[in-house]
């Protein structure tokens, strides 16, 4: 059972440059979630989903898109990547929706220089 | 729109001393969740709070729900180097598609 996977671990990007941040669930969760994390600011909400073909934004939507076409996965792009996305971003999957709990991804480091 | 404070930010303590950390949000909550994240690692669940006024228990660690649900507490009693990390509240909104919103996190560090 592999829960939550998120590819790739570790990013470096080019100012300008495009990528994919893939998510994969295979508990049949509904609900996902992306939050990117920096220090002494938590982990924020940059786009959810409640279920396939349904995305909402969250707090810091901005730069990013995110679709969900299977229940399984729910990829996050970067448009045009910029030394402000330079963070830690996780991928999370809910039991029984958004008030149930999250498993979350190993994350992915992503630098842009 | 919505948010949730956690306070301290960082706590340093002896090890065997108490540690408490707060959290506020800035709505009601119908529930309130705890995480705990190992440094280098991802948030992992420890607890899940509905009820207001809730609390519970889990061997050193203490969990309460303020009355108007809009507030939480962890507290842990004799902290131990193993409780290292950084702990998460995260409050679930009603109405609409609901939204899960962490706190800022408390930085627990644990002097041997």
């Known amino acids: 059972n592999a829960g939550v996977t998120q590819t790739p671990k570790f990013q470096v990007l080019k100012t300008g440059q495009s990528m994919t941040l893939q998510c994969a669930q295979d508990m049949n969760h509904e609900y996902m979630s992306w939050y990117r994390q920096d220090p002494g600011m938590g982990l924020r909400l940059i786009h959810y989903s409640v279920g396939a073909g349904i995305t909402d934004q969250g707090e810091v939507p901005n730069g990013y898109n995110v679709s969900r076409s299977t229940t399984e996965d729910f990829p996050l792009r970067l448009l045009s990547a910029a030394p402000s996305q330079t963070s830690v971003y996780f991928c999370a999957s809910y039991f029984r929706g958004a008030l149930g709990r999250a498993f979350f991804g190993q994350g992915t480091r992503l630098t842009v220089v | 729109g919505q948010q949730v404070m956690q306070i301290p930010q960082y706590q340093h303590v002896q090890e065997g001393e108490d540690f408490t950390t707060y959290c506020n949000s800035s709505?009601?909550?119908?529930?309130i969740q705890w995480y705990k994240q190992r440094p280098g690692g991802h948030p992992v669940f420890l607890i899940q709070l509905v009820k207001s006024g809730e609390v519970k228990k889990q061997k050193r660690l203490t969990f309460q729900f303020g009355e108007a649900k809009k507030n939480s507490s962890l507290h842990i009693t004799a902290t131990q180097t193993t409780d290292v990390g950084t702990y998460f509240c995260?409050?679930?909104?009603?109405?609409?598609?609901?939204?899960?919103?962490f706190g800022t996190g408390t930085k627990l560090q644990v002097i041997p």
């Open positions: 709505t009601t909550l119908s529930n």
């Open positions: 995260a409050g679930t909104t009603s109405g609409g598609y609901q939204k899960v919103t």
